[in-house]
């Protein structure tokens, strides 16, 4: 894939999970809809944050939803897969409740985690992003199609990340 397509394509698997996280933020804070919606929601960003990670170097993503699985593609100095052993639970949510059956049923205290968890996730495959883009090891410098002499991460991930917002007092944009 061409730098400047798998640019395109992390920054809208990053935006597709940001919008994930924001929905099951939402829904565990404000208990409006069904807490099952927010455990689908916190799988979905994690799921598309892991994706947007593989693409960022190199790897195509398996059209799966196991999120153990798709953690231990990445590279093994990618925090995300040393601090998140066992998502298997995270995992369940995106799959087996999303249809009524034998499954457990999900409650606003289980929304309420799985959305902790999922925040946990965005904010450490961005970090693990930060890191390789920083280390040049053979990933694009911005998902984002920023020009190639970027140097700093607000930069890179500031369209994302509201860590990083752009810095107004250097009237960097």
Same mark, same amino acid.
Not at 125 to 134: F, K, N, P
């Given at each position: 894939?061409? &730098?400047?397509?798998?640019?395109? $394509?992390? =920054?809208?698997?990053? @935006? ?5 996280? *924001? !929905? %099951? #933020? ?59 052993? &066992?998502?298997?639970?995270?995992? $369940?949510? =995106?799959?087996?409740? @999303? ?5 457990? *049923? !999900? %409650? #606003? ?65």
């Amino acid at each position: 894939m061409m &730098d400047e397509q798998r640019r395109h $394509d992390v =920054g809208r698997w990053l @935006r597709f999970a940001k919008a994930d996280l *924001e !929905a %099951t #933020e939402y829904i565990a804070n404000s208990g409006t809809l069904s807490p099952h919606i927010g455990c689908f929601h916190a799988q979905q960003a994690a799921e598309k944050a892991i994706k947007g990670a593989l693409i960022w170097i190199g790897i195509e993503p398996p059209r799966r939803h196991d999120l153990d699985l798709l953690r231990t593609l990445l590279p093994a100095d990618f925090l995300v897969r040393s601090s998140h052993q &066992d998502l298997s639970k995270l995992t $369940d949510w =995106g799959v087996e409740i @999303r249809y009524p059956g034998d499954w457990i *049923e !999900a %409650t #606003e205290s289980a929304s309420r985690i799985a959305a902790r968890l999922a925040r946990e996730i965005w904010e450490t495959v961005l970090a693990d992003l930060h890191s390789a883009r920083l280390r040049h090891e053979s990933v694009p410098l911005s998902p984002f199609g920023q020009s190639e002499s970027v140097s700093t991460v607000t930069e890179c991930f500031g369209k994302v990340c509201s860590n990083c917002e752009p810095d107004a007092s250097s009237g960097r944009s």
